[in-house]
C-alpha cells in the first residue's frame, strides 16, 4: 500500500510509501492501475528514426512496397531518401511518406515506436 495526492480533477500527482504530515493523501494499493500508470508512464514518442527501422516498421504493416513506389516516382525524393541518415517526423520527406498512406498521428507515432524499437 502507498499513499497517492491528487489535483482537483482526481489524477495522481504525488506518490508516497508513507503517509505525509503536511499533504492531503489517499491511501492505495500499489497495484492500482493509476498508480501503475503514474509510476510507469509510457515512453515519449521519438522523433525521428533510422531507414532501415522505418523500412521494417512498413514491412511489418504491409506498406513498404506503397512507400517503395512513391520514393521511386519522384527523383528528388529518391535523392533525398538516398542521402538521409536519420528520418525526422518533421521532415518533409516523411510528411510525403505519411501521406501517402493516409496515416493519423497516432499512427505516425506508433510507426516511430516500432521503427525505433526494431534496430
Known amino acids: 500500500m502507498g499513499f497517492v495526492e491528487k489535483n482537483s480533477a482526481g489524477a ?20 492500482d492501475p493509476a498508480v501503475v500508470a503514474f509510476l ?3 515512453a515519449p514518442v521519438p522523433s525521428s528514426c533510422t531507414k532501415l527501422g522505418l523500412k521494417r516498421a512498413y514491412d511489418e504493416l504491409g506498406n513498404w512496397a506503397i512507400v517503395k513506389a512513391a520514393i521511386a516516382a519522384d527523383q528528388s525524393v529518391q535523392e533525398e531518401w ?6 525526422r517526423r518533421a521532415d518533409p520527406l516523411v510528411q ?4 501517402a498512406l493516409g496515416l493519423s498521428d497516432a499512427q505516425v507515432d506508433q ?3 516500432r521503427a525505433n524499437a526494431l534496430v
Open 111 to 113: 510507426l516511430l515506436i
Open 96 to 99: 510525403r511518406m505519411i501521406a
Open 82 to 87: 538516398d542521402l538521409a541518415t536519420e528520418l
Open 40 to 42: 510507469a508512464p509510457p
Open 12 to 31: 495522481i500527482i504525488g506518490w508516497f510509501g508513507c503517509e505525509q504530515s503536511d499533504r492531503v493523501l489517499e491511501e492505495i494499493a500499489d497495484d
